[in-house]
């Protein structure tokens, strides 16, 4: 499936800001399952972009740079993407929790998708013991690394309700844990923070989702959002498979990688600094639009 992506940043500030300096990561990644096939990006009233690196392969970022006095500032991403992702089917000849913890502990390979850089506690996520000890019956050491996974984001998705006012973007994820609450970004943090407490390496993907609308209504354009989920490393030949705990479902046709890191403080969409004074507030509008092919007409 091909999708075309729109994601517009709105800032508007109280006062002109006569400088601003911001990272984007907004250029969707290669990874496995997904081919980039066109890329732009745009900025009212303008400014300077330049493309600074791509970290370790697992963010593409740019720099962006405004040096004249704006109200409003309205950075639009724009892109083609192909998806070709299979859902991937727990087996008996999966490697079991244990194993792939072993194998984690014995690699020796330290690149940007190397499992080393996921075991241990990150800026955003630590290693709590009450999550460890919630997460451990879905972790059995006997048990297949895929069925455990997709059997701990199932408890997720389950157990936790969907609430986007109940938490910030800092909001730690054992605080979301307790209240049982939160959005794609704290259920992607709790499921990280119980893998990496039990040895197992795991990474946070920034991205979007597909999203269908109900029986006989259109799609609202502009009304997606960037989505959060995981990555698990299930050993050297396998290697990463994704999980999204806020659905209960894997990573597979409907999912599109944006950037991979360690936690969300490493691969947000948008960071950066300004210098003005008065509150500043921040819109974003996403739409993820399924290319479908032209239909054949009769002759």
Partial sequence: MKYRLRH????????????????????PIAWSGQTLLEHSLSVEPGGEISWARADASLAN??????????????IVSEATVEVKRAVPLPSPTDLTVAQV???????????AVGPAAYLFPSPMIALD????????PSLADDRGILDAAIDLARRIQAEFDY?????LTETPPLEAFRCRHGVCQDFAQIMIAGLRAHSLPAAYVSGYIRTYSPPGEERLV????THAWVLVWTGPDSGWVGVDPTNGIWMAGDHIVLAIGRDYSEIAPVDGIFLGHGAQ???VSVDVAPLLPAPVLPN
């Fill in 281 to 283: 507030s921040m819109t």
């Fill in 101 to 111: 913890r072993e194998a984690a502990r014995k690699s020796r390979d330290i690149g």
């Fill in 222 to 225: 502009g009304a997606d959002a």
């Fill in 61 to 74: 970022v740019s720099r962006l740079l405004v040096t004249q006095a704006v109200r409003e500032l309205t």
């Fill in 8 to 27: 517009e940043t709105r800032f508007t500030y109280a006062a002109p800001v006569r400088f601003s300096r911001c990272n984007l990561r907004l250029k």
């Fill in 129 to 136: 013991p009450e999550i460890a000890e919630w997460c451990a």
């Fill in 163 to 167: 609430s986007p006012d109940a938490t």
